[in-house]
């Protein structure tokens, strides 16, 4: 990352240094184009059979492509900042210990060296074996803020057995009277070479004792055999377990600190900081997020799953300045992340979402932390429409304006359908003609998903392909098409000549934003002394 800077020095690296998409992920995303045409009013990209006109439309998808990871790179340039030699993480040395194998399979190497010495390692030798089927918990890290644990789920022939996930709702972290003190976390990277990490954030109140539970008493195995005679049989299979876990030591060696700072942005999204939690093993920010009642009426059902907090951490004691700006190439994550969605309902709903700073990132032992909000994607939609008359476009080109996308059509034709095929006549030659609306267009990448619609003068909507080639950059960062086609399907000149264009977006990129929080400091780590 990269020291703190001043105004001026800020100003000047902006203009000298500017990050781009990973180049390895656009040559990705283009060859899974190859066989693609961009069909506007659907959702998602759908494959086309090749023709000499979808092989056009490709060329143009694949540059539409560039325009918009070129697009949104422009436009979050101003927060993402450009990448210079970083300043690491100050932190202690870690003990040179041997560390268990599945443990290293996870990247947990240093959890572990920061945790065992503290005695906040558990190995609680659970191993089950029934039918031939045999469940092992190795090893479990505890702090006050996760508890991870690595797993093996083994078939009678040595294999792996995936009888259970955590996600399934029987594995439960308890207090003594059953209630809930821990939320699974969802993870990509759940497998690796047969283990398995369960992790799970415990709430804002433990008790000194929990119960880990497993209510496995019903899983049902399924052996496959070869041969008419020899069915496929199914067992069902009994890996109950429950045993205790002391978090005495956990929750002394830690500072948990309520936070009460809240932001309202102009769209009407709350954000508030409620909890930070400082472990020896990363810093825990607890965040709660809500929607006005306008801001709700606008959005995706799934908000939730697509919403990300943009932000960045100022440290000037140690000169680090750490990005966390969601799922973008190049940025950082939180090492673990927590949407909690059991208070989302109606327009009341909202959701709290954790993040675990991974202490190679942002040292441990930090005093003066900033947190600077940037921004936050949410698919927010929003509709815009213009009516024209196509005998009036040459003289009076009509625009379509939207969150710093503009669109101008100032032209048509008809064109003829290549590679068209007639049934009738079994061969590809047909008077089939499409209308052809020709358009520029100025992006800026600040949304990621759009539909397009077209209605004629007696009310019938219409298929729309849209393409654009020779792309450039204006002297404001923004993405210029001058030769922008939208391609309109199945449209009978005899219907008229006025149209309604309509275009949807879905997700933005909101950067309207200005909020900064201190967050809170301490006199002494419990874990140090």
Known sequence: MKPILNEEERLLEQHLFREEPDADFTLEVMQKLEDVSMVSGEDELQPKKASKKKWFRRTGMAAAVILLLGGAWFAWEQNVMPTKPGVSAVNPPLPNIPVPESLRYFNLTDDYKRLQPLGLYVNPQIEIENEGYTLKIHHMLVDRSQIVMTIEQIAPDGTNAYLVTPYSGNIHITDENGHQVATIVKETNLYRAGFQRWVFQLNDDI???VVVRGELGHLTAEEYTIGVNKPSEKKTIDWSFQFNLDMTKAKALSIQTPLKDTYTTPEGLQIGLTQMIRTP??????????????????????WDEELEILYHLEIPDTKEYRIFNGSRSGARQAKFQVKDLS????????????EVWDPAYVTLDAKHIRFVLDGYTLPVKEEKQVEFDLNQLYRKPVKIKQEGTEYTIHGYSFDPVQGAYDLEKDRKDTEENELVLKASSIQT?????????IVDDVGNEHIIEGVGTEIRVNEKGQSITDNWKFMVRDYDRSKGSKFTLKRTIYKQDFDDVDWAVDLPSYRSLPWQQ
Not at 288 to 297: G, H, N
Not at 445 to 453: F, P, S, V, Y
Request: proline share 2%.
């Open 207 to 209: 008790p000194d004792q």
């Open 281 to 302: 093993n990363g810093i825990r920010l607890d965040l709660d997020v809500s929607l006005s009642d306008e801001l709700q009426a606008k959005v995706e059902a799934g």
């Open 343 to 354: 208070q989302l309902s109606g327009t009341e709903g909202h959701i709290q979402l954790s």
């Open 445 to 453: 990448g600040k949304h990621a998903r759009e539909n397009w619609l």
